[in-house]
């Protein structure tokens, strides 16, 4: 259960890898905070906690479980707010369904989730489920803008000891391919909302036949909010996908697809959906009668597909000879056969498009090879930067991890800003017919014509957090004195209104000659050419491009995007501190179930400890806290400088190991500062017990590798049998308490 005192600092309970190593990290923390007087708590915003906090009315008493995730989302309203968050799943339908199973099978009587909802219960059951879906957790915490930049320590290690890239050719056929029209960015109207404009609006359907239905009612807008709406359309989604699977035969490379099915919980899984039909194409058309009558849904991938109509010899024979005419397939396992299309979730594109373009356009093949790749994005708001990337890789070879430079983040991401907010605003039109948005007043605001099956959208951005996103941009680019860039197309609706935003407030501050104002395509390449070079830039991005950049800079500068520090700071004064980036987690956990290896890097978990440390000292006057975070950052030098980081190999040091030089090298610098002789005294005995017993400790985490561990669960495991695994040493335990 989720500790519920008024902590300091509150650490969240999560997912996967991440959560893996809070069993190992965690103690540590908990144990050397104690001592300066800090108090560690924690919420419980994994999927299997928010399931169960969901659907209380059938559990025991034991099983049930408090709203953390509510919680902490008034907590990060407040002042006092200081949450260390590490990366949660933003769960796909398969993963919620699985997580549901696996609840169930451990007795939590939780419901069945209700892919098609008949009865008013069952719409009712999946409502509930709806609001865990995607990107559940983000938009209730992220009550501030983000600041995500690599550490100085990170960046200086990553340039003396360089990682690998591989090597791009200038006539690479891997290249971006996305709609030519007709998609959510040459769709996209928009409109900043007057004073007399505000107050309750809906969002209606206005079908061929006369007949008007209300999607949603009472959607409050309020004065300078910035309103978009926009639409794909399925029948040019269609054509198109049925092209680029030609195309891609024809060029002899890899066909992919590259989506956010997690965090765009509605759009991006239907269009998901699109490209595991448009694969199958001929079995849909002769046999999608029978396979509807099985529970088919494209929308849950090819895996979900084939392991429902397995026992159908007819359509598995249809569905062979398809395949043996499409084109190479990109593969997330291919030992496994685990193909692009097989997940909706596996393939998640800010960590999927930067590890292919890091690789020099290479992704895996079915035959275990790689080669080169069609990579498909249909909407163009945001494909060009990874189009441009490729382009420019090819133009110049790959970037030198050993000198370039940097490009930090200040994103635009508070109070559910612009698509990342848009789950509740998102419909598949339903048939033929217009979709519109009525104000309170009665106007419309926009009005788009849509044909069934097209996926409509609304999604807005509040004038008090886009004026702290500049202000916080301007305080950085003052700072640091870099390049600064606002990422922003003043051909697409939504930009062109934060434009005007943006250009009166760095008039106003009398800086508008620091920044510049880029579409995407154009940002890439200059912030590329700028890095090449050697020197830094801020990129200055809404949500999306947030998450996109955050992942495809660190991963080509550093080698991962988990290292990052990221700083979210809350629009009433309270902190934030997120640890880096979860996408390559399933991976890790599959590792360490079969070998009791696990390669998770702490490196984001020491980053963001160290910074709210430092804030709790600043805002509540704690000496002792201070201590604390610099001798954290002591630690995490230490980590870096001694090439302390996790092995990918099973037998070498882990996740582990990490943990137990962070704590030594954390006690030794406590032990040795001047500024508190209390925590000094307390420390030294730890650091030479920990420094003494280093050869027994090392054997004992050693011999914990090389054999299948049991955790009690994926989504829900045992909280003792992951300490047993994730704690082996005995020696550190006793020394850490």
Known sequence: MADTSNPDIVYTVVDEAPELASASLLPIIRSFAGAAGVTIGTKDISLAGRIIATFPEKLTDAQRQSDDLAELGELVKTPDANVIKLPNISASVPQLTAAVKELQAQGYDIPDYPEEPKTDEEKAIRARFDAIKGSAVNPVLREGNSDRRAAKAVKNYAQKNPHRMGKWASDSKTHVSSMPGNDFYANEVAATLTADQAGPAKIEFLGKDGSTTVLKDGWKLIEGEVVDATFLSAKALDDFLAKEIEATKADGILFSIHMKATMMKVSD?????????????????????????LGVNPNSGLGDVLERVKGNADIMAAVEACVAGRPGMYMVNSDKGIT?????????????????????????????????????????CYAPVYDEAIEFFKQNGALN?????TVQNVGLMAQKAEEYGSHPTTFEAPADGTIRIVLANGEVLHSLDVEAGDIWRACTAKKAPIENWIQLAIDRQRLTGYQAIFWLDENRGHDAEIIKYVKPALEAAGVADKFTIMAPREATRASLETITAGNDSIAITGNVLRDYLTDLFPILELGTSAKMLSIVKLMNGGGMFETGAGGSAPKHVQQFLEEDHLRWDSMGEFCALSESLNFLAEVKNNAKAAVLAAGAEDATQGILDFDRSPSRKVGEPDNRDS????????????AAQDKDAELAAHFAPIAKALAEKEAEILAELAAAQGKPVDIGGYYHGDVTKKSSAMRPSATLNAIIG
Not at 401 to 405: E, L, N, R
Not at 659 to 670: G, I, K, M, P, Q
């Open 340 to 380: 692009n299309l097989h997940v909706p979730s596996d393939v998640i594109i800010d960590a999927s498009m930067p590890a292919l373009i890091r690789a020099g356009g290479k992704g895996w093949g079915a035959d275990g090879k790689e080669a080169d790749t069609n990579c498909i994005i249909p909407d163009n």
């Open 401 to 405: 991890p050993a000198t370039a430079g």
């Open 269 to 293: 899984p239907i269009i998901f959906g699109h490209a595991v039909k448009a694969w199958l194409a001929p079995v849909f058309e002769k046999f999608g009668d029978e396979m509807k009558a």
């Open 659 to 670: 943990h137990y030089w962070f704590a030594r090298y954390w006690a030794e610098a406590l």
